[in-house]
């Protein structure tokens, strides 16, 4: 059984004994800690990355008739002109219900070593297959999906061409594999922060002050590797559990997906990159302000009460981890026809 506290305390710890150094030792132990984006798509065990596969995924993305309603796609919660987020506190679905938790970003997911704040799916082929069928999202079933895409020639010709081969490729698993090939796209490269740990000097004096303290204080240790997070879960309140506002009682975390108590009000730890376009902050999106996000986190997982100097600096170094957004163009999607299910009411 994981003792989270003892790891992230431990993992603080190490981070903590790292001296003030200069720039260039800075920058050296920055590349121990993290790792720039690549600036190619990422290989995805298991699904083939073509042309062919992700021009399918990015149709069916931006297909609102993957919902019952005919209203909700994958881009209505994870909006690419809007850092891959809706902007919402929590979603919006489906009888316009409002969902549980906040929208994470679809922009370097495919970094994260699984999906959604309990990371209960294992990838973002699996996490594709979650909203559809979800009442609170897209009110949809596999059926219903597979003869909405049956009905119209363009989807089933594009599918053959994503799945080479294959007697039926109209599956709800080619669907998600053709999302998840479309998404590994969304990666955001270049930023300064990768910049200066590629040998630029991109950073001015105050987002090196930031990303000392960052180093410093502890942060990097739930939030490191390419992603600056997204690779392990942490307790929200390590030192000291936030109040209600920020962390509603009823929310468990992972403790719904394991059955665990040790995974009791644990969520995997947020990514940071392009954090400034993200807001509103952690799960609960009640936090609108990055200054105010990185004092919640000070308190409440590292038992620090940072100065507003120190808050100041830490989320102007945050900015520095905004990337090259990449220009998706909204695609042309097939016609309904006379076979094509009808929108039903919410």
Wanted: charge should be negative; proline fraction near 7%.
């Amino acid at each position: 059984m994981k003792d989270f506290t003892f790891t992230a305390t431990c993992a603080i710890a190490a981070v903590l004994a790292a001296p003030a150094l200069a720039n260039d030792d800075l920058r050296a132990f920055s590349n121990d800690l993290f790792a720039p984006i690549p600036m190619s798509t990422p290989d995805i065990a298991g699904n083939i990355i073509s042309r062919q596969r992700v021009d399918l995924g990015a149709m069916l993305f931006f297909d609102p008739r993957m919902s019952r309603s005919g209203l909700f796609s994958c881009q209505s919660c994870h909006n690419v002109g809007l850092g891959g987020v809706d902007g919402l506190t929590t979603s919006i679905g489906h009888g316009w219900q409002q969902g549980p938790r906040n929208s994470p970003t679809v922009y370097n997911a495919v970094f994260n070593i699984a999906q959604f704040w309990d990371g209960r799916a294992a990838d973002l082929a699996e996490q594709a297959m979650g909203p559809v069928q979800a009442g609170v999202e897209m009110n949809n079933t596999p059926d219903r999906l597979l003869e909405t895409l049956s009905s119209m020639e363009d989807y089933v010709a594009a599918f053959q061409e994503a799945f080479p081969g294959e007697a039926e490729p109209v599956t709800f698993q080619n669907f998600a594999l053709a999302i998840e090939a479309f998404e590994a796209t969304l990666t955001t490269p270049n930023s300064r922060f990768d910049q200066f740990l590629n040998g630029a000097d991109t950073l001015n004096e105050q987002e090196i002050r930031g990303l000392q303290s960052f180093i410093d204080e502890g942060c990097a240790a739930c939030h490191a590797g390419v992603n600056m997070g997204g690779q392990d879960y942490y307790p929200f309140g390590l030192v000291e559990r936030p109040g209600a506002n920020v962390l509603p009682e009823g929310d468990r975390g992972r403790f719904e997906v394991t059955r665990t108590a040790t995974d009791d009000y644990v969520f995997r730890a947020s990514p940071l990159r392009n954090i400034e376009l993200t807001a509103p902050y952690f799960h609960s999106g009640v936090v609108w302000s990055l200054e105010e996000a990185v004092a919640v986190m000070g308190v409440a997982q590292l038992g620090a009460d940072l100065s507003e100097d120190q808050i100041a600096d830490i989320a102007a170094f945050l900015r520095t981890l905004t990337g090259e957004i990449p220009q998706v163009v909204h695609p042309v999607l097939p016609p309904s026809t006379d076979a094509t299910p009808r929108p039903e009411p919410m």
